[in-house]
């Protein structure tokens, strides 16, 4: 499926098809237009013309984000498509991706450009992904990548059985690799997955699966469990 897909006002996804290591993943973006009509590109994929002109009718593109260490594989890409937005990428992106323009670091603190729309967190414990996680307050929507899974569906038989494997195939959360060679601190990933379920949210979108539409909170706190508290 490609094209934007408004999930709320002022929300839009769009899911490409993506291979990696022989796994049928696919990616997704999610769009966001912000307070002053501008909008943010979370996770941007593939660049199509068609693609950039429905994004471009929806308002001008005022940043794009690289939210983890992984998924910047169409950054550069995406900032010749939009010249005129701003680069912001995880902590660590610059220093491993050194040829890729990055404007500004994220932090725990969301720069003034977004702060009245979207809150974010710096998920600790994960230093090979440093994922950076979002809440679209308007529509209580957690935004996240890697931290968790969602695939329900696999057309590929290999990626079905990787998937099964991995403990990552129909059901939410993190995948066994995730729990037993990406994550190195638990008690710092239980202070971030803390934090996350202090804010308000129903809805979670993950970059690999379906959107999670309801009950985000409880299955977030549901598939991180095991977690020491």
Known sequence: ?????????????????????????GT????????????????????????????????????????????????????RAFPGALVFAAPGLREK????????????????????DLDQLVVQGAPGLNEVVFLHRASRTLICVDLCFNVRHAS???????????????????????RYSVMKDAR???ASIDRILEWDFGRVVVAHGEVLEADGRGSLRRSFSWLPS
């Open 97 to 116: 991706r050194g040829a890729i323009r990055v404007d500004q670091v994220l932090a725990e603190t969301p720069p003034s450009l977004w702060a009245d």
């Open 28 to 79: 997704r973006t999610t769009v966001v237009r912000l307070a002053d009509g501008g909008l943010v590109v979370h996770s941007p994929g593939p660049s199509t013309a068609a693609l950039r002109g429905e994004i471009e009718a929806l308002g001008p593109v005022r940043a794009l984000i690289a939210p983890n260490l992984l998924h910047h594989l169409f950054l550069a890409e995406s900032a």
């Open 1 to 25: 499926m490609t094209g934007l897909r408004e999930l709320d006002p002022g929300l839009w996804t769009v899911e490409q098809p993506l291979r990696v290591g022989g796994l049928e993943l």
């Open 188 to 190: 710092a990933m239980r």
């Open 156 to 178: 590929s038989a290999f990626t079905r059985v990787f998937m099964r494997l991995n403990s990552a195939y129909g059901r939410f959360g993190p995948s066994r690799l995730f």
